[in-house]
C-alpha cells in the first residue's frame, strides 16, 4: 500500500494520458449570479485535489457539475477523454463512473447498510446479487462498519453513515470519487473516523477532488491544493507551499482567518 502513495506523490509532469478530469473554460450562472467563472481545472489519475476557500465561493457547484448534477452555460468537462453525456443511460453510466459523496448520507432509509452498497452494483452494473453482497461487505469491512451490514441507517451514527456512503460509491468502481463537504453535518467527534477513512483512500491511489473545510485533511491528504473565490480559482499548489506561502491575498486573507483558530 505505501508503494502506491509514493509512487502516487513522486509522480513527475503529467502526461496527456493521466488527464482523467478536464474542466476547460467552464462557466455557470444561476440566474444574474456568475457562479463559475472561466474555471479551467485538470485532475490526473490518482491525484487529490482538495477545494478549499469562504462560503458561496462555487467549490461545491464545480464538484457537482463533474458528474452533472449541475449543467454548464459554457466550456466543457471531460472524463477519461470523454465529453460528459446530457442525460439518459449514458449520464447514468457516467455517474456510475464518478462516485459522489455529499454532506448528507443520500442512503435509503428502508434498506439495511447492505442493501444500500449493493443496490448500484445489481442495478446499474448489472453485478448478480451474491457477487454484489460480497464486494459490499469486502468494503463495508475496509471503511470500519462490517459489523453494521444488517442495521438500517437511522441505526447508526452519522460517521458511520457517511462510511457506509463511501463503500456505497466505492461499490461501484468509480474511476473518480467526489467529496462534497462529506463532514460538515457531522458531529466533532464523527468528523475525523469519516477523515481517516478518506486518508486510507487517498493512500490506496483513489483518485479524489475533495470540497471541504477541513485543512488539516487539506495538509495531509492533498496533493494540489485549489483555492477558490468569487466563482473563480484564485491560486493552486501544493499543500506545503500554499498553507505556509499563499500567493494571493485572497489566500492569505482566507487562511489568517480561519488558522489562528
Known amino acids: 500500500m505505501s508503494e502506491v502513495s509514493v509512487t502516487k506523490n513522486a509522480k513527475g509532469p503529467e502526461r496527456a494520458g493521466d488527464q482523467l478530469v478536464v474542466l476547460d473554460n467552464v ?12 474555471i479551467d481545472l485538470t485532475i490526473n489519475r490518482g491525484e487529490v485535489v482538495v477545494v478549499i476557500g469562504p462560503s458561496g465561493s462555487g467549490k461545491s457547484t464545480l464538484c457537482r457539475t463533474i458528474n452533472r448534477l449541475e449543467t454548464i452555460d459554457s466550456g466543457s468537462i471531460t472524463i477519461d477523454g470523454k465529453p460528459l453525456p446530457q442525460e439518459g443511460r449514458e ?20 434498506k439495511t447498510v447492505l442493501e444500500n452498497v449493493m443496490l448500484g452494483q445489481t442495478k446499474v452494473r448489472g453485478t448478480d446479487k451474491a457477487k454484489a453482497a460480497e464486494k459490499a461487505r469486502a468494503l463495508l469491512d475496509r471503511v470500519g462498519v462490517g459489523t453494521q451490514a444488517d442495521k438500517y441507517p437511522a441505526q447508526l451514527s452519522g460517521g458511520q453513515q457517511q462510511r457506509v456512503a463511501i463503500a456505497r460509491a466505492l ?18 467527534e464523527m468528523i475525523n473516523e469519516v477523515l481517516d477513512t478518506m486518508q486510507q483512500l487517498a493512500q490506496d491511489g483513489m483518485t479524489m477532488v475533495v470540497v471541504t473545510h477541513e485543512m488539516g485533511f487539506a495538509r495531509s491528504a492533498a496533493n494540489r491544493v485549489v483555492f477558490m473565490a468569487d466563482g473563480r480559482i484564485i491560486e ?13 491575498d485572497r489566500a492569505k ?9
Open 253 to 261: 486573507d482566507f487562511l489568517s482567518k480561519i488558522l489562528h483558530h
Open 236 to 248: 493552486e499548489a501544493e499543500p506545503n507551499q500554499f498553507f505556509t506561502n499563499p500567493r494571493s
Open 91 to 110: 449520464l447514468a453510466r457516467l455517474r456510475a463512473d464518478v462516485g459522489m459523496v455529499f454532506q448528507s448520507f443520500n442512503l435509503f432509509a428502508h
Open 27 to 38: 462557466n455557470k450562472h444561476f440566474g444574474a449570479l456568475h457562479v463559475l467563472q472561466d
Open 171 to 188: 461499490a461501484m468502481d468509480p474511476k473518480v470519487m467526489l467529496f462534497d463537504e462529506p463532514t460538515s453535518a457531522l458531529d466533532p
